[in-house]
T-cell receptor, first 114, second 109 residues
Framework: GAGVSQSPRYKVAKRGQDVALRCDPI?????LFWYQQALGQGPEFLTY????????KSGLPSDRFFAERPEGSVSTLKIQRTQQEDSAVYLC????????????FGPGTRLTVT | GESVGLHLPTLSVQEGDNSIINCAYSNSASDYFIWYKQESGKGPQFIID?????DKRQGQRVTVLLNKTVKHLSLQIAATQPGDSAVYFCAEFLNKLVFGAGTILRVKS
């Protein structure tokens, strides 16, 4: 069956450019999560949606990061004025339940800021 | 802040041997723990989970042990196969998932 998909898989941006990363969760999944994974590290929580409501954005590193899920399905993570320290893999996960215990991850988008 | 850590960054085992990957967690209030496997270029894949009211849970070739007294979690893989080579993460859940840094498992044929 269809899992979580993310696009693009790879993105190269020049410092200062804006980027938009897309996540298509598993159909019917209530919860959606974004994580940032630096090389050699575990994923770090960025933000959480329950349907269209963003319930937790405590992990967003700065106000340059913005996420939305307007119809409770597809989500977009936007990074404005990208910096080199934003280079990482951005992972999206979805969960059927509202608490998000069983999360299914997408393949990630590797962002490189030059 | 609260974090999950791993004792061994790299583990090399012979094919057919058993593997044990260890993890220490720091938040005694965490009520749910998960092991994930991540292969190169892919997202983390759920392996097995355990709730805080249990001390052992078995899956297919995998067993997770939870010792709440010393806040320790381990993943045991029986008869390790080349396809098990990956990075393994433990994660704890309280209000959100907190991952450790990962252990690289290398299986030698």
């Amino acid at each position: 069956g269809a899992g979580v998909s993310q696009s693009p898989r790879y993105k190269v941006a020049k410092r200062g450019q804006d980027v938009a990363l897309r996540c298509d969760p598993i159909s019917g999944h209530v919860s959606l999560f974004w994580y940032q994974q630096a090389l050699g590290q575990g994923p770090e929580f960025l933000t959480y949606f329950q349907n269209e409501a963003q319930l937790d954005k405590s992990g967003l590193p700065s106000d340059r990061f913005f996420a939305e899920r307007p119809e409770g399905s597809v989500s977009t993570l936007k990074i404005q004025r990208t910096q080199q320290e934003d280079s990482a893999v951005y992972l999206c996960a979805s969960s059927l339940a509202s608490l998000g215990y069983e999360q299914y991850f997408g393949p990630g988008t590797r962002l490189t800021v030059t | 802040g609260e974090s999950v850590g791993l004792h061994l960054p790299t583990l090399s085992v012979q094919e057919g041997d058993n593997s044990i990957i260890n993890c220490a967690y720091s938040n005694s209030a965490s009520d749910y723990f998960i092991w994930y496997k991540q292969e190169s270029g892919k997202g983390p894949q759920f392996i097995i989970d355990i709730r805080s009211n249990m001390d052992k849970r078995q899956g297919q070739r995998v067993t997770v042990l939870l010792n709440k007294t010393v806040k320790h979690l381990s993943l045991q893989i029986a008869a390790t196969q080349p396809g098990d080579s990956a990075v393994y993460f433990c994660a704890e859940f309280l209000n959100k998932l907190v991952f450790g840094a990962g252990t690289i498992l290398r299986v030698k044929s």
